[in-house]
């Protein structure tokens, strides 16, 4: 096999020297804003004269293979919230000739006219489950306090929460463990800072958001349920800028600038006093103390033509620390690091080199609450390389190698008192390839395949994960897409369906006496166009789950096994109705779900299945620079656990102190089936009004919001010892004020 894969990598490599025909030629077209030089991904490219046409990668690259030469042609290229270009270029045979194009971007007032190209990108790709997402455009959704990446994408149908206070999501019935969240390529472990108010990742550092919500090919690896890419800014090139932002809860800043060959840029965001947090929530939520700060460095350098180097970390740290020795103390914390080569040849050839370090470490402290200690630490240290070539017939094939060593350390004590204390290590040695049939105008075709060589299990890991997506343009108005995978995860969290709130979940590898969890998608579709201003979307998905990993509430003794293994099922259909006009957008989406897991012949919903979902989301330009948007999201109400009945519990702080047999026992729930009841059906409404403003070399916005408008009481949970409702977050005005120079 090794002698193989290098064989395949020499022959990829030697397809620089691919000889092109004599009559045609290649161009690559790579596009940036005018205004600080950040790549413009997914941006659209085409030759008026001959009808060829490209989207551009993450990385602002486009490629048009097979181009008669010899002849004069204009190129149109257009963005969403830029204007458009029109460049004159001559195509020599035997060639690649290369273009850089700067877009000018527009002002708001043309911004929702911009939005009707959004599909083109998304129309040329064959990737079935694949959403993406510009950060720019969320600047003008609802806020919670502040913009919030995790937030939005809960926008999305078929993506749910079990809350308003976390931001944790939930994929198609899977599990918040299930969901890959990678920065520039490297995992975050925990992207949330407390409660889920704020995600960790601050959306000021990011570019673009690729959101795979199912059916995701054959370069993603290690999760069974959904793939998030946040793909960083590089940093403007041109000239040194600055912004700051301020909110009740939390100040940020940032700065960037060129440097000699390259460009940086730095984040920080830093929470404010842990007395105006908790007053601001009236005191219903312990006091939070929250940093997260990152950096990206980006070069080009001159000895290697056409490559480009950039080192990129990220850190994040939580506190929470409640008042009183009754109450559970918590931390944890991210720490990444990376590094990434990124190089294109004199043919359309592109490959990248990359490491990264991820660290994560959490603790649960009870104190003398009734919460179970724990404590978790993990490492992950991944390096990797990627080949990507296109073909005259505009095919693509891809190729690369992952290795991928984690370390995991868990303690954490149970109900019963009984003391788990896990400590694994593995590492994984995967190669991926696929092959997109791109050469027929109307169907796309994407076929590949992971091989484990070597898995964190130690000889447990399944040696093939297949994946097939594809698209194919019935007519023009109607696209159908499909797409089917087998996925397998080695690390996972341990989670506790009976814990009502939980901060974060420990990972854990997969112990060697289990097997890896495994994952078959099944998903298809259709998107219409019933008009230029009008789209139609509906999916239907089946998930089929297998060895899915819960801690074993049936332990006994300490030689009993620490964790079990279960099946799972998940199923639905999707859909979405949207609606652009030059000064509205409308869209409306409706998911009907069932999600279900089963151990030992027992039958449950998990705690974030959700029957019915649906999502009205209005946005107006109001001119002079205001923008105003509103949010109404309704669901049915998520499983838990009832309370069957209750017995009194001996508690103590101090073991030689003076007891006294009245005054130290407290009721402890004894738990009914598993998910039997529900809670009460959710429903809120947003409300989002934002100014945008310039003065001499000042510009930035001013944003007022409204969380849950009609101060609507969703019902969180109970209270297991005394049965008192908590509720979520009440009717709750933010003011958010952002500067640029």
């Known amino acids: 096999m090794p002698r193989f894969l290098i064989y395949i990598s020499f022959q990829l490599i030697f397809f620089t020297g691919f000889i092109f025909s004599q009559n045609t030629g290649n161009l690559r077209v790579f596009i940036s804003d005018s205004l600080n030089g950040e790549a413009l991904a997914y941006c659209n ?17 486009a ?38 194009i700067e877009l000018n971007p527009v002002g708001i007032q043309l911004q929702t006219i911009e939005k009707i190209g959004e599909k083109t990108a998304e129309a040329n790709a064959t990737d079935a489950g694949l959403k993406i ?10 806020q919670s306090v502040e913009l919030d990446i995790f937030r939005a994408i809960q926008s999305v149908p078929g993506v749910q929460s079990t809350s308003d206070i976390s931001a944790k999501y939930y994929v198609r019935g899977g599990g918040s463990d299930q969901n890959l969240v990678l920065l520039n390529g490297a995992a975050i472990y925990n992207p949330f800072h407390a409660f889920g108010i704020f995600s960790a990742v601050d959306p000021e550092m990011i570019n673009n958001i690729e959101f795979y919500k199912g059916g995701f090919t054959s370069e993603y690896g290690g999760r069974i349920s959904s793939v998030m890419n946040l793909i960083t800014k590089n940093g403007n090139k041109n000239r040194f800028s600055g912004s700051a932002s301020a909110s009740q809860l939390s100040g940020k800043a940032l700065l960037e600038g060129p440097f000699p060959g390259g460009s940086f840029i730095v984040t920080g965001r830093k929470s404010y006093s842990k007395a105006i947090f908790k007053n601001f929530f009236n005191k219903q939520i312990p006091p ?6 990152s950096f990206k460095l980006n070069t080009n350098p001159a000895f290697i033509k056409g490559s480009n180097f950039n080192l990129f970390g990220f850190f994040s740290k939580d506190v929470v620390d409640n008042e009183g020795e009754l109450s559970e103390d918590f931390n944890w914390s991210n720490n990444i690091i990376g590094f990434k080569w990124f190089q294109v040849g004199s043919s359309p050839l592109f490959y990248e080199v990359s490491i990264s370090y991820s660290g994560f470490e959490g603790e649960v402290i009870p104190n003398l609450s009734n919460a179970n200690p724990k404590k978790n630490e993990l490492t992950d240290f991944t390096g990797r390389m990627d080949f990507t070539y296109i073909f005259d017939s505009k095919d693509e094939i891809s190729m690369g190698l992952n290795i991928t060593d984690i370390k995991t350390k868990l303690f954490l004590v149970d109900q019963n008192g009984l003391k788990y204390d896990v400590d694994e290590n593995g590492t994984n040695f995967s190669f991926f390839a696929k092959y997109k049939f791109m050469r027929y105008d109307n169907l796309g075709v994407d076929i590949g395949g992971r091989f484990n060589l070597t898995g964190l299990l130690k000889g447990k890991t399944a040696l093939f994960e297949p994946r097939v997506s594809l698209s194919w343009n019935i ?16 690390v996972v969290t341990y989670s506790d369906e009976n814990e009502v709130v939980s901060l974060f979940e420990p990972w854990t ?43 074993n509430e049936e332990k006994f003794k300490k030689t009993d096994d620490d964790f079990v293994s279960g099946s799972g099922e998940s199923y639905g259909w999707e859909s979405s109705l949207k609606y652009v006009s030059d000064i509205y957008r409308f869209s409306a989406s409706y998911s009907l779900s069932w999600a279900y897991k089963e151990i030992d012949g027992r039958l449950f ?137």
Request: positive net charge; proline residues 4%; charged residues 20%.
């Open 45 to 61: 490219v085409f030759i008026e004269e001959s009808g060829k046409g490209a989207s551009a990668n993450e990385k602002g690259y």
């Open 63 to 100: 490629v048009i293979t097979s181009i008669a030469a010899g002849k004069k042609y204009t190129l149109l290229v257009t963005y969403v919230g830029y204007e458009s270009k029109k460049i004159d270029f001559v195509i020599m045979p035997n060639k690649l000739t290369e273009l850089k």
């Open 133 to 142: 997402i510009k950060v720019r455009d969320l600047e003008y959704l609802p």
């Open 288 to 293: 939070i103390d929250f940093y997260d700060y």
């Open 475 to 490: 007519i023009d108005e109607v696209k159908m897409k499909a797409a089917y995978g087998i996925y397998q995860q080695e």
């Open 509 to 551: 590898i997969i112990p060697e006496y289990l097997d890896a969890s495994k994952a078959y998608h099944y998903m298809g579709g259709l998107s219409v166009a019933l008009s230029k201003k009008i789209s139609f979307d509906i999916e239907g998905y089946c998930k089929k789950l297998q060895n899915l990993i819960m801690l």
């Open 605 to 741: 919903y998990p705690k974030y299945d959700t029957r019915h979902s649906l999502m009205l989301d209005f946005e107006v330009n109001l001119g002079y620079g205001f923008s105003a948007s509103a949010m109404w999201n309704y669901k049915t109400g998520n499983p838990f656990t009832q309370n069957m009945s209750f017995y009194d519990k001996y508690y103590f702080s101090d073991f030689y102190a003076q007891v006294s047999p009245f005054n130290n026992y407290k009721p402890y729930a004894i738990l009914a089936d598993k998910n039997l009841g529900r809670l009460p059906d959710y429903h809120r409404l947003d409300f989002n009004i934002t100014k945008q403003f310039k003065y001499s070399f000042i510009s930035g916005n001013i944003s007022a919001s409204i969380m849950n408008v009609y101060n609507r009481k969703n019902l969180f949970y109970f209270k297991r010892e005394t049965g008192e409702k908590i509720y979520m977050l009440p009717f709750m005005p933010s003011l958010s004020v952002k500067v640029q120079l």
